[in-house]
């Protein structure tokens, strides 16, 4: 009886080891490795451009799905491998680089808003308003493209009745750096009180405004600058591609040197472009509350 006794707690024991040994290779939410940086600046891109719903995976996909079938037309035109690569490339860039410039539209746009907003949100707390039901109101009375953003704190406060989590939604909706200095001075304020609301939230909209003005005279004195640059990396290709219906031209680029000149200037024009993105690039605010 104690053999049998012996032997089953024994192989209680090692069951029970194997079982913890296997559960500790299965990393749980609290912790998870973080993901890298460039995914998260991805999701807040697709986020701000307005496909919450879209993620990494998604967007790469419809990548390569638009390189695929920009491939098979321009081949079937061409009947040239490596013309019909150099398109397809460009047409797989595309969709990521259309979500960007999305993105930075609609973020310049509600850089010049916020300020409307955080008026709008100071007169509320000087009528007598709480902090929650300001926030709240903007979603009827704020800017129009700023509605959306302030009902999803509505929505998430009615639900829950927490602030801070609230703030939170609010946050990762709008994926904004402009917002989160607003965040970070509601929190603050709802934590530790005080009497200067007003003045904090009439300073920090004047600070916006002025970030804002300065930003669009820099854009607007390089707007050309990028324009031509822009133009001088597309005109190459646009003559290839106008070019390329000729059977003599697709037959030099499917020899070994045509090959080689495709992507020696494929390679010349990728570098160009990143050096004058790179040189006409305006610092980017940094988020605080990622």
Known sequence: MSTSLAGALCGLGLGCGLFLVWWSMWETPATARPRPRFLLELDEMLTTAGFPRFSPVHLL???IAAGCVVFLIAYAF??????SGCFGMFAALAPYAFVRHRAHSRRVERRTLWPEAIDHLNSGIRAGLSLPEAISGLSVRGPESLRPLFAVFAQE????????????????????PVADRIVAALAVTREVGGTDLGTMLRTLSQFIRDDARTRAEMQARQSWTVTGA??????PWVVLALLSSRPQTAAAYNSPQGVTLLLVGLGVSIAAYAVMKRIGRLPAEPRVLR
């Open 157 to 176: 406060y009615r639900a829950t009745g927490s602030f801070s989590m609230s703030l939170d939604r609010f946050k990762d909706a709008c994926a904004d």
């Open 78 to 83: 061409t009947s040239s491998a490596a013309i």
């Open 61 to 63: 996909l419809v990548c």
């Open 230 to 235: 822009r133009l001088a990396v597309a005109a």
